[in-house]
């Protein structure tokens, strides 16, 4: 392993790479604590050690994926969180706009196309985004409703042109990590924005178990550390599970060539929606503590609406069990919906015959769809299930020891920092192999 690890910094061209990617990272972290302007930066170190944590919900999430830029309000405070929100919402489009599922079967350039209108979004949700931000932090809502005056005095100029600027610095922060990720991808190593994920996450890692160990002591500390370590072998086993279905090729000749007869595989993962059902139920189960938060003032008596006390208690900590309950039953809904919307079982099928492939016992055409859809519907449970308990972890520390919801051996952080983790070491590893025959692991 020692000796594979020399064999990378020991290849120029892989080094150059795996440097460039750590010099990106370095100005990528360097940024997420530069202020943004007017933003009263003592004042928002002051907040952040009184109250100690994020805020609850999807804002939670936002934080964690920007490292924990958004509730310093930098300039990189809105992370890659637009850039995610926009290649959704563009992969989801496709099902809906025929010209976008057109575009996305042209190969190469209709790709290209699709990436550019993900960007053109990724700005716009940037703009909506910084405008929310700004408004909160100026209203004193941004750790929520505190008597800390710290916390209600976040800017030092309440101006319209100083948050048309603060606006624009933070739109043009999320442009400039869009473009930090596309010359990783180019010059690096890994996918980009996968990469800035990671590390944002990864950020956050040491802050977490820190708070930990400070709350609830060294042994409960040790007793987290030894079950995460466990739970990150189990998630690597299953994120690397996958059900291959056995494919044959029939033999045709084209000219005087004979093409086929190969035996290949699909492989259908058991988790195939990845981290994407875990963001869409967030967003959900944030919407009610959304509505209620404008909703809180006090009637002629002095009483606040019975909805808003009952959202409050029940759906905006995540230490309730219908809170949990609704966020595991929102997260196998979505992993149905989100993989019958990426795996198309008739396509896949289409291909095959096309091309004169088939499943052995299985009949070309709708008989392989059917049988393709029959595996897919069951493995998908299995999956669903992983999901929904692997994001209720972070919701179970929080109730048992006292973590907060950026739990980093649970939800969306743990998936990520695997997958991404292990996506990475195969491309380092295929890069060896072209170069020396040999990879990082044998």
């Not at 609406?305 to 905006?316: A, E, F, R």
């Not at 009949?363 to 998908?380: C, K, N, Q, W």
Request: net charge positive; aromatic share 12%; charged share 10%.
């Amino acid at each position: 392993m020692f000796s594979a690890i020399a064999r990378v910094f020991r290849t120029p061209d892989l080094r150059r790479k795996i440097f460039f990617t750590l010099f990106i990272i370095a100005i990528y972290r360097l940024g997420a604590h530069v202020p943004t302007p007017f933003v009263n930066y003592p004042n928002v170190q002051s907040c952040l050690r009184e109250t100690g944590s994020a805020s609850e919900g999807l804002l939670s999430l936002v934080n964690l994926f920007s490292g924990g830029a958004l509730l310093q309000l930098s300039i990189f405070a809105l992370g890659v969180m637009p850039y995610i929100t926009a290649t959704i919402i563009v992969q989801l489009l496709r099902v809906v706009i025929p010209h976008f599922e057109a575009l996305y079967k042209e190969g190469q350039a209709g790709q290209a196309k699709l990436t550019q209108y993900t960007r053109y979004l990724t700005i716009a949700l940037a703009l909506l985004q910084s405008t929310t931000l700004v408004t909160v932090a100026r209203s004193g809502q941004l750790f929520g409703t505190t008597s800390i005056a710290s916390c209600n005095s976040l800017l030092t100029n309440d101006a319209w042109w100083a948050q048309l600027l603060m606006i624009f610095t933070l739109t043009a922060g999320t442009g400039l990590i869009m473009w930090f990720a596309e010359l990783v991808t180019e010059r690096g190593v890994g996918n980009g924005m996968s990469i800035l994920i990671f590390t944002s996450i990864a950020a956050t890692f040491p802050a977490a178990m820190w708070s930990i160990a400070q709350s609830r002591g060294f042994e409960v500390f040790l007793l987290v550390l030894i079950v995460g370590i466990i739970v990150m072998g189990l998630v690597v086993f299953v994120e690397q599970s996958q059900r291959r279905i056995p494919v044959q090729y029939a033999k045709r000749m084209v000219g005087r060539r004979t093409l086929g007869g190969t035996n290949t595989y699909i492989p259908i993962k058991v988790n195939m929606a990845g981290v994407v059902p875990v963001i869409f139920a967030s967003s959900l189960l944030y919407i009610p503590a959304l509505i209620a938060q404008f909703n809180q003032t006090p009637d002629a008596n002095g009483n606040v609406p019975g909805w808003v006390t009952w959202i409050q208690s029940y759906l905006t900590k995540g230490d309730h069990p219908l809170y949990m309950l609704l966020y595991f039953l929102l997260i196998v809904g979505f992993t149905y919906f989100y993989v019958a919307i990426t795996f198309n079982p008739v396509e896949v099928a289409d291909n095959m015959k096309k091309y004169g492939g088939f499943i052995p016992g299985i009949r070309a055409g709708r008989p392989t769809a059917e049988y393709l859809d029959y595996v897919l519907t069951r493995i998908t449970l299995p999956g669903a299930i992983y999901l929904g308990l692997i994001a209720l972890l972070p919701l179970i520390a929080l109730a048992t020891v006292g973590a907060n919801q950026n739990f980093p051996f649970g939800g969306a952080s743990i998936l990520i920092i695997v997958g991404v983790g292990l996506e990475t070491v195969k491309q380092i590893d295929a890069q060896l192999q072209q170069r020396h025959y040999e990879g990082l692991l044998r």
